[in-house]
């Protein structure tokens, strides 16, 4: 069997993390998958070790930028279940709404990208100038476009105001409209539904078996999320008042893996409203002391999935064992059941599919039985975007998006 | 659920986990610990993901003073109770029968553990190093205690396809 | 929007390096492309490859496996070319200094390939995007 491998940076212009992944090919179809990773490997969980239990939040803030209140919320939440503590009203909601916020803002990212690897750079331009109100908001509730650092042990660290409430509010008005247009485009143009639907599909024992969580499992019928499941903070409340719900649905294909999370930006646009419309007063802090002997799991359901944080105490100023582990990590592994079988055009569809984060794209090596070539992420993306305009050609129509 | 019934649920985990218990607690209403022998590892776990149908959520290792504590946190969605599975594997052998090899879900995880911390997950379909890079040292295990925070003079240890552009 | 007129003479193409990032720096250099701030018609385009680059643009700490990498990158940049580090994790190591995973920061690495190199740093956690505009533009003018 030749190889052919494609050298696609790993510095490239459009995504971010570098990986490897090897595909093996026979002709045009995939038939094994083959992940190397390790480029971004920063040595959090030592480093957490040598800070103190107050500076740990910073630390892991900057796990990732996209994701970057997830991992200070499970974080938070990992210690006060240490502690068996709850913070105040106020914090929680506080820490919920800016939650939300980031996932409205990361599922509009992905919205972009996956646009722009099916052709329609018009999509990306237009998902993230609307995603750009949304981290305006951010600024003005917080202080900083992103790596908020809202969390702290025992409830929030900053208030907010009632007037940047007010032009959340107004934010989250102009972006449900901006959602909305991007949902009818996508769910009902037939060109959408020829490339999209059927590809890459996880089916749901497959999902079950390698413990896919968030939008990568909830596709497939697997109704996991942690805010239903062990709810905390403002979740509990917000869902018996029926501000928002979970989207599950059935077929597991790249189609559904885009519909579930525009449908997500909507519902937590909902419940941000909810928020802010039923933020209590009080205070924000439950204002944590020392730190005893103990141990602690928390969970918070980022953009991504679930993000799981543990830790260990022995009674002194920092934490003798702080495990982190980024949703992405279960659903990388997914890429040898929903890539095998797949055509090579798709694979950069599939791959930004599960909306990776911890580590992504870095070099693809592609092997095939018959010769040698390589191919660049550039040319994965062309080959998607060719077979978009083929379909096009096929059915004898342009999709919405193109008219965008 | 309510509290009182998460408590009930400790009484579902004991009857799938059997006599393999060797300890038991559950100091929240949502959070079981749960403690088993070295050799029952395997078996605890398939029980917990085949009957109570628990997904694993991920898995810690962590060094105490004889040996290397693994803790496999099973989300048990449908009681939203998370059930941590503890078991201690003895120094110096540190050899614990893997469970990637029934379960993909902890196949990256147990490929992480064994490089950071030096346990050989027996069975495991796919033994390479997931995050440390090309040419690492063997008997080199970040995590541990020994391991220095910041390794100086740990350069000269590295091979060459590091010193080469170091000129 | 009081730019020197001697930054639009130069339309400089920049290629992205990402060496560990957490990508809120490079989300913000793609910001820089989209509608709100649209560097393109300042003439800076993104390339695919750094042998068409006139800057580098490295966010991101310095692991130990991707040291290598960043070092071919550099060499295969044709000179002279300017190397921004943007983001404090580049510039100076942000949190992960002492990691036993980042034994040297992009700086050092690149001065010990290079003595000459011209290196600009752009600090902040992400730096905003107007920020990384501004700092392109202060350095441009004066080169």
Same mark, same amino acid.
């Given at each position: 069997?030749?190889?052919?491998?494609?050298?696609?940076?790993?510095?490239?212009?459009?995504?971010?993390?570098?990986?490897?992944?090897?595909?093996?090919?026979?002709?045009?179809?995939?038939?094994?998958?083959?992940?190397?990773?390790?480029?971004?490997?920063?040595?959090?969980?030592?480093?957490?070790?040598?800070?103190?239990?107050?500076?740990?939040?910073?630390?892991?803030?900057?796990?990732?930028?996209?994701?970057?209140?997830?991992?200070?919320?499970?974080?938070?939440?990992?210690?006060?279940?240490?502690?068996?503590?709850?913070?105040?009203?106020?914090?929680?909601?506080?820490?919920?709404?800016?939650?939300?916020?980031?996932?409205?803002?990361?599922?509009?990212?992905?919205?972009?990208?996956?646009?722009?690897?099916?052709? #329609?750079?018009?999509?990306?331009?237009?998902?993230?100038? #609307?995603?750009?109100?949304?981290?305006?908001?951010?600024?003005?509730?917080?202080?900083?476009?992103?790596?908020?650092?809202?969390?702290?042990?025992?409830?929030?660290?900053?208030?907010?105001?009632?007037?940047?409430?007010?032009?959340?509010?107004?934010?989250?008005?102009?972006?449900?409209?901006?959602?909305?247009?991007?949902?009818?485009?996508?769910?009902?143009?037939?060109?959408?539904?020829?490339?999209?639907?059927?590809?890459?599909?996880?089916?749901?024992?497959?999902?079950?078996?390698?413990?896919?969580?968030?939008?990568?499992?909830?596709?497939?019928?697997?109704?996991?999320?942690?805010?239903?499941?062990?709810? #905390?903070?403002?979740?509990?409340?917000?869902?018996?008042?029926?501000?928002?719900?979970?989207?599950?649905?059935?077929?597991?294909?790249?189609?559904?893996?885009?519909?579930?999370?525009?449908?997500?930006?909507?519902?937590?646009?909902?419940?941000?409203?909810?928020?802010?419309?039923?933020? +209590?007063?009080?205070?924000?802090?439950?204002?944590?002391?020392?730190? +005893?002997?103990?141990?602690?799991?928390?969970?918070?359901?980022?953009?991504?999935?679930?993000?799981?944080?543990?830790?260990?105490?022995?009674?002194?100023?920092?934490?003798?064992?702080?495990?982190?582990?980024?949703?992405?990590?279960?659903?990388?592994?997914?890429?040898?059941?929903?890539?095998?079988?797949?055509?090579?055009?798709?694979?950069?569809?599939?791959?930004?599919?599960?909306?990776?984060?911890?580590?992504?794209?870095?070099?693809?090596?592609?092997?095939?039985?018959?010769?040698?070539?390589?191919?660049?992420?550039?040319?994965?993306?062309?080959?998607?975007?060719?077979?978009?305009?083929?379909?096009?050609?096929?059915?004898?129509?342009?999709?919405?998006?193109?008219?965008? | 659920?309510?509290?009182?019934?998460?408590?009930?649920?400790?009484?579902?985990?004991?009857?799938?986990?059997?006599?393999?218990?060797?300890?038991?607690?559950?100091?929240?209403?949502?959070?079981?610990?749960?403690?088993?022998?070295?050799?029952?590892?395997?078996?605890?776990?398939?029980?917990?993901?085949?009957?109570?149908?628990?997904?694993?959520?991920?898995?810690?290792?962590?060094?105490?003073?004889?040996?290397?504590?693994?803790?496999?946190?099973?989300?048990?969605?449908?009681?939203?109770?998370?059930?941590?599975?503890?078991?201690?594997?003895?120094?110096?052998?540190?050899?614990?029968?893997?469970?990637?090899?029934?379960?993909?879900?902890?196949?990256?995880?147990?490929?992480?553990?064994?490089?950071?911390?030096?346990?050989?997950?027996?069975?495991?379909?796919?033994?390479?190093?997931?995050?440390?890079?090309?040419?690492?040292?063997?008997?080199?295990?970040?995590?541990?205690?020994?391991?220095?925070?910041?390794?100086?003079?740990?350069?000269?240890?590295?091979?060459?396809?590091?010193?080469?552009?170091?000129? | 929007?009081?730019?020197?007129?001697?930054?639009?003479?130069?339309?400089?193409?920049?290629?992205?390096?990402?060496?560990?990032?957490?990508?809120?720096?490079?989300?913000?250099?793609?910001?820089?492309?989209?509608?709100?701030?649209?560097?393109?018609?300042?003439?800076?385009?993104?390339?695919?490859?750094?042998?068409?680059?006139?800057?580098?643009?490295?966010?991101?700490?310095?692991?130990?496996?991707?040291?290598?990498?960043?070092?071919?990158? =550099?060499?295969?940049?044709?000179?002279?070319?300017?190397?921004?580090?943007?983001?404090?994790?580049?510039?100076?190591?942000?949190?992960?200094?002492?990691? =036993?995973?980042?034994?040297?920061?992009?700086?050092?690495?690149?001065?010990?390939?290079?003595?000459?190199?011209?290196?600009? =740093?752009?600090?902040?956690?992400?730096?905003?995007?107007?920020?990384?505009?501004?700092?392109?533009?202060?350095?441009?003018?004066?080169?």
């Amino acid at each position: 069997m030749k190889k052919t491998t494609l050298p696609i940076g790993p510095f490239h212009p459009l995504l971010e993390e570098p990986e490897f992944f090897t595909f093996y090919l026979d002709g045009e179809t995939v038939t094994k998958v083959d992940l190397r990773i390790g480029y971004n490997h920063r040595g959090h969980e030592k480093l957490a070790t040598g800070l103190t239990w107050d500076q740990v939040p910073f630390l892991v803030e900057r796990i990732c930028g996209i994701c970057s209140t997830s991992h200070p919320y499970a974080y938070v939440l990992a210690v006060e279940d240490l502690l068996g503590i709850k913070a105040p009203p106020r914090g929680q909601y506080i820490r919920s709404l800016v939650g939300e916020l980031e996932r409205i803002h990361s599922h509009l990212l992905w919205l972009g990208l996956a646009g722009h690897f099916i052709g #329609y750079n018009t999509v990306w331009m237009w998902a993230w100038r #609307y995603r750009e109100e949304i981290l305006d908001a951010c600024e003005k509730l917080t202080g900083n476009r992103n790596h908020y650092a809202m969390c702290r042990v025992g409830g929030a660290r900053r208030d907010v105001t009632r007037e940047a409430m007010d032009f959340t509010m107004g934010a989250l008005d102009s972006n449900e409209r901006s959602t909305k247009m991007f949902l009818g485009a996508v769910v009902d143009d037939p060109v959408i539904h020829k490339r999209l639907k059927g590809v890459g599909v996880l089916t749901k024992e497959d999902a079950i078996a390698y413990g896919a969580v968030g939008p990568t499992s909830r596709p497939s019928g697997v109704r996991w999320d942690v805010r239903e499941t062990d709810p #905390y903070d403002a979740y509990g409340p917000s869902l018996e008042a029926g501000a928002w719900k979970v989207i599950v649905t059935e077929n597991g294909d790249v189609f559904d893996k885009a519909a579930v999370r525009v449908l997500e930006t909507l519902e937590s646009i909902y419940l941000c409203r909810w928020l802010i419309e039923n933020m +209590p007063d009080g205070e924000i802090d439950a204002h944590v002391g020392n730190i +005893p002997e103990g141990e602690g799991c928390g969970h918070h359901e980022a953009p991504r999935g679930e993000v799981f944080h543990y830790v260990r105490s022995d009674g002194s100023n920092k934490p003798i064992r702080h495990k982190v582990r980024a949703p992405t990590f279960n659903n990388l592994p997914t890429y040898k059941a929903s890539c095998t079988g797949e055509q090579i055009a798709d694979v950069a569809l599939i791959t930004a599919s599960i909306d990776p984060c911890y580590c992504c794209t870095e070099r693809v090596g592609v092997v095939s039985k018959s010769r040698r070539t390589s191919l660049t992420q550039d040319d994965l993306v062309k080959m998607s975007v060719e077979k978009t305009f083929e379909i096009e050609k096929k059915i004898g129509m342009k999709s919405n998006l193109a008219k965008l | 659920m309510t509290d009182e019934e998460k408590y009930m649920v400790a009484d579902k985990v004991k009857k799938a986990l059997g006599a393999l218990i060797v300890s038991f607690d559950q100091p929240r209403p949502n959070r079981i610990y749960a403690v088993v022998a070295q050799d029952d590892f395997p078996e605890a776990n398939r029980a917990l993901f085949e009957k109570l149908g628990g997904r694993l959520a991920t898995s810690t290792a962590l060094e105490v003073r004889d040996a290397v504590e693994l803790i496999y946190h099973y989300m048990l969605e449908t009681e939203g109770v998370l059930c941590n599975l503890k078991t201690l594997v003895a120094k110096p052998g540190l050899k614990v029968g893997s469970i990637g090899a029934f379960l993909p879900a902890a196949d990256w995880i147990e490929r992480e553990m064994a490089e950071m911390y030096g346990v050989t997950f027996v069975g495991h379909p796919d033994p390479r190093h997931l995050l440390l890079p090309d040419g690492w040292p063997d008997g080199n295990y970040p995590y541990r205690c020994d391991y220095p925070q910041k390794p100086d003079g740990f350069e000269e240890q590295l091979p060459d396809v590091y010193q080469k552009d170091r000129k | 929007m009081g730019l020197k007129t001697a930054a639009l003479k130069k339309s400089i193409w920049v290629f992205h390096v990402a060496c560990s990032p957490c990508n809120n720096c490079d989300i913000e250099i793609l910001d820089l492309l989209t509608p709100r701030f649209d560097v393109e018609r300042f003439g800076i385009v993104l390339v695919g490859s750094p042998r068409h680059a006139d800057a580098l643009l490295i966010t991101g700490v310095a692991n130990r496996h991707v040291t290598p990498r960043l070092l071919e990158t =550099y060499r295969a940049t044709a000179k002279p070319c300017v190397c921004f580090l943007f983001g404090a994790c580049a510039a100076m190591g942000n949190v992960f200094k002492g990691s =036993y995973n980042v034994p040297r920061l992009v700086d050092e690495i690149i001065l010990e390939e290079d003595p000459n190199a011209i290196i600009v =740093y752009i600090p902040g956690c992400p730096p905003k995007p107007e920020a990384m505009i501004a700092g392109v533009v202060k350095a441009l003018s004066v080169l």
